[in-house]
């Protein structure tokens, strides 16, 4: 079948995908999609595109849900919901509330827009250096929420955060999901967002809970350390409660997965 046509696209979209004619109807096949057009509406100028709802339920694809401005505009009214219970409720954290919303969606939209140039990234090191700058980015959110720090704060939570990250990132991208390169950053990049993302929460509430815990327990821990316990024997019920504290969200989801929540 020989097929004579001005529209660019048209042209790039059979050059990369199988066309072929059966009983007066053109099949296309590729790119995980089949779907079909009657041959007349070739002739009448109509352009090659196959139905999304078609290609979804042939390919077996997700179908995809667009939101408008509209709809983003009732999902932040539910924030706005939130901010004004906070208010009523005298919590004292209405600005950073907003704050943090205002920065939620700006960063999404940023993202969308640049997500394609992160994913032709071809080289190593400026993955690495990607996900050096995702590690301290989230040290500066994890530090910001903690209003007494603990000496030397950002270089116990930084040095945890980058070795404990790093380490099981690699782990799952050589040995569990084993795709190649181990740099292609369509899988390392939202696998190392999910794992430091939880690495951060995590660290968050032990941090927190270590510092009450410690200002709670002030005076048993002075009292150990004058029977002659060393500082570690003093400080372990704080820091095995701050442990238990940041095990709760991760413990919460496998205990729920399959059930409450479901893996995308």
């Given at each position: 079948?020989?097929?004579?046509?001005?529209?660019l696209?048209?042209?790039?979209?059979?050059?990369?995908?199988?066309?072929?004619?059966?009983?007066?109807?053109?099949?296309?096949e590729?790119?995980?999609?089949?779907?079909?057009?009657?041959?007349?509406?070739?002739?009448?100028?109509?352009?090659?595109q196959?139905?999304?709802?078609?290609?979804?339920?042939?390919?077996?694809?997700?179908?995809?849900?667009?939101?408008?401005l509209?709809q983003?505009?009732?999902?932040?009214?539910?924030?706005?919901?939130?901010?004004?219970?906070?208010?009523?409720?005298?919590?004292?954290?209405e600005?950073?509330?907003?704050?943090?919303?205002?920065?939620?969606v700006?960063q999404?939209?940023?993202?969308?827009?640049l997500?394609?140039?992160?994913?032709?990234?071809?080289?190593?090191i400026?993955?690495?250096m990607?996900?050096?700058?995702?590690?301290?980015f989230?040290?500066?959110?994890?530090?910001?929420?903690?209003k007494?720090?603990m000496?030397h704060?950002?270089?116990?939570m930084?040095?945890?955060?980058?070795?404990?990250?790093?380490a099981?990132?690699f782990?799952?991208?050589?040995?569990?999901?084993?795709?190649?390169?181990?740099?292609?950053?369509?899988?390392?990049?939202?696998?190392?967002?999910?794992?430091?993302?939880?690495a951060?929460?995590?660290?968050?509430?032990?941090?927190?809970?270590?510092?009450?815990?410690?200002?709670?327990?002030?005076?048993?821990?002075?009292?150990?350390?004058c029977?002659?316990?060393?500082?570690?024997?003093?400080?372990?019920?704080?820091?095995?409660?701050?442990?238990?504290?940041?095990?709760?969200?991760?413990?919460?989801?496998?205990?729920?997965t399959?059930?409450?929540?479901?893996?995308?």
């Amino acid at each position: 079948m020989l097929l004579v046509t001005h529209d660019l696209r048209l042209a790039e979209h059979i050059a990369y995908n199988l066309i072929y004619l059966e009983q007066g109807k053109i099949f296309e096949e590729g790119l995980g999609l089949k779907c079909w057009r009657d041959l007349k509406l070739r002739h009448s100028g109509a352009s090659w595109q196959c139905p999304k709802k078609e290609r979804s339920r042939q390919s077996g694809e997700p179908a995809r849900c667009s939101i408008d401005l509209v709809q983003l505009v009732y999902a932040y009214g539910l924030i706005l919901l939130a901010v004004a219970l906070s208010r009523i409720r005298q919590i004292g954290q209405e600005k950073q509330m907003l704050w943090a919303s205002i920065r939620m969606v700006s960063q999404l939209i940023a993202v969308g827009y640049l997500l394609h140039l992160v994913f032709a990234v071809r080289s190593p090191i400026l993955v690495v250096m990607m996900l050096l700058a995702m590690t301290g980015f989230s040290l500066q959110v994890a530090g910001s929420r903690i209003k007494k720090r603990m000496p030397h704060f950002y270089r116990v939570m930084g040095s945890s955060i980058f070795i404990g990250c790093g380490a099981v990132t690699f782990y799952f991208c050589l040995l569990v999901v084993g795709y190649s390169p181990w740099y292609d950053p369509r899988y390392l990049i939202p696998l190392a967002g999910m794992i430091i993302g939880n690495a951060m929460n995590g660290a968050s509430l032990a941090a927190e809970r270590l510092s009450s815990e410690m200002h709670d327990r002030s005076e048993e821990i002075e009292a150990a350390l004058c029977l002659g316990a060393n500082a570690r024997q003093a400080s372990e019920p704080a820091v095995r409660a701050a442990y238990i504290a940041s095990l709760i969200p991760t413990m919460n989801t496998m205990a729920a997965t399959g059930i409450v929540a479901l893996p995308e």
